[in-house]
């Protein structure tokens, strides 16, 4: 049973913005940087070969961007879902969204499938699901401290 609070709408809204917004951001927007439809599947080569590149724009789209745009996830669902605040189920969320949107952009969109992307989508989720987890730590540390 899912615990109902007076935020709860609020946060489902948030999170039904935020998908809306992730898809449009990954599959309706056009890269610049496609080279076409392709797979990768070598783990860190899409990543070290940005890196390599040296260009700071091309960096921060397609390694931080892909970090932080999944940051929004690992905070938003243990928000919605009460009972489901464990690491491992923020992990596989984010590795099946993100997965679903590498697919989609390999068959409807004729750009790369790539693990790199995965990769640091799922590396987003985590990082906002710690930043979660903290600042529950916090608030609950900060509400007895002063409940004292």
């Given at each position: 049973m899912l615990k109902i609070t007076k935020?709860?709408?609020?946060?489902?809204v948030l999170f039904v913005c935020y998908l809306t917004t992730l898809l449009i951001l990954t599959l309706f927007t056009?890269?610049?940087?496609?080279?076409?439809q392709s797979v990768?599947?070598?783990?860190?080569?899409?990543?070290?070969?940005?890196?390599?590149?040296?260009?700071?724009?091309l960096i921060?789209?397609?390694?931080?961007?892909?970090?932080?745009l999944f940051i929004p996830m690992g905070v938003l669902f243990p928000?919605?879902?009460?009972?489901?605040?464990?690491f491992l189920l923020t992990l596989l969320l984010?590795?099946?969204?993100?997965l679903f949107i590498e697919t989609a952009q390999?068959?409807?969109?004729?750009?790369?499938?790539?693990?790199?992307?995965?990769?640091?989508?799922v590396t987003g989720a985590l990082i906002g699901h710690v930043l979660f987890s903290m600042v529950r730590f916090f608030k609950n540390k900060v509400?007895?401290?002063?409940?004292k």
């Open positions: 935020k709860r709408p609020l946060f489902i056009h890269n610049y940087y496609t080279y076409g990768n599947l070598e783990i860190f080569s899409s990543i070290q070969l940005m890196l390599k590149s040296r260009e700071p724009e921060l789209k397609n390694v931080l961007g892909n970090v932080i928000l919605l879902f009460f009972k489901v605040r464990f984010g590795f099946v969204l993100s390999y068959l409807f969109a004729a750009r790369i499938f790539d693990i790199d992307d995965i990769l640091l989508n509400f007895i401290f002063f409940s």
